[in-house]
């Protein structure tokens, strides 16, 4: 158990759709990434935040959007779903100071699984 | 951007052979490197990470990945396989941006297959 929780762990839902994940990192963890994991496109960054603000942008569609709370839970939300979107959705968290580690380690939750019908 | 490779999508090994695992990365400066483990429906979980500290890292389990400058390789070993190592295993790389934080890379991973 890493202590990254994640929620749901399935969805189901139908295109055109809109859905939020939720993240909850490890206590004390500030930054919050999220990634997503499809058969064709591998494991991919999406967007990291860190004590609430946004750090880094990775192949985020503009559909997706997220954001961290003051409680330092996170929300991805995907909005016009496609039958592409389908995948796992990772939360990771890692303590990551003011200045950031490179040696950081990232803690990943169980994931999401979204199906898009 | 740096970027890492893993050779080989699926590699099958018997139990109680040597497991070698191959990532290569390229990188304009010091790397910081790691590799995970995805056991099937579960998250990532993390194996080891280079520091620079030392050329020789081991992480849990029983692996240990070396860094080799001269090659820009981090293969992860293990020197018997048991079964239940049969998981999915990413080589990654950070990058570091300016105002000091992270982005990791990962590889396209390769899934092992321990043969009883």
């Known amino acids: 158990d890493s202590g990254v929780t994640q929620t749901p762990k399935h969805l189901i839902t139908a295109t055109g759709q809109r859905v939020t994940l939720r993240c909850s990192p490890r206590s004390g963890d500030l930054s919050v990434y999220w990634y997503q994991q499809s058969l064709d496109q591998g494991l991919q960054f999406l967007i990291q935040y860190y004590n609430g603000e946004e750090r880094a942008k990775g192949n985020i569609l503009e559909r997706f959007s997220a954001q961290q709370f003051p409680d330092l839970h996170s929300e991805l939300n995907l909005s016009s779903l496609e039958l592409g979107d389908s995948a796992l959705y990772f939360c990771a968290s890692s303590v990551e100071g003011v200045q950031g580690a490179p040696t950081d380690t990232q803690y990943f939750g169980p994931g999401t699984r979204l199906t898009v019908l | 951007a740096q970027s890492v490779t893993q050779l080989g999508s699926h590699v099958s090994v018997s139990e109680g052979a040597l497991v070698l695992l191959r990532c290569n990365y390229s990188?304009?400066?010091?790397?910081?490197l790691f590799w995970y483990v995805q056991y099937p429906n579960q998250g990532l979980q993390l194996l080891l990470k280079?520091?620079?500290?030392?050329?020789l890292v081991k992480g849990i389990n029983g692996f240990e990945a070396e860094f080799k400058k001269s090659e820009t390789s981090f293969h992860l070993t293990k020197p018997s396989a048991h079964m239940s190592d049969a998981a999915e295993y990413f080589c990654a790389v950070t990058d570091l941006y300016s105002g000091g934080y992270q982005k990791v890379t990962f590889g396209t991973g390769t899934k092992l297959q321990v043969i009883p």
């Open positions: 990188s304009s400066v010091p790397p910081y």
């Open positions: 280079y520091t620079s500290a030392a050329t």
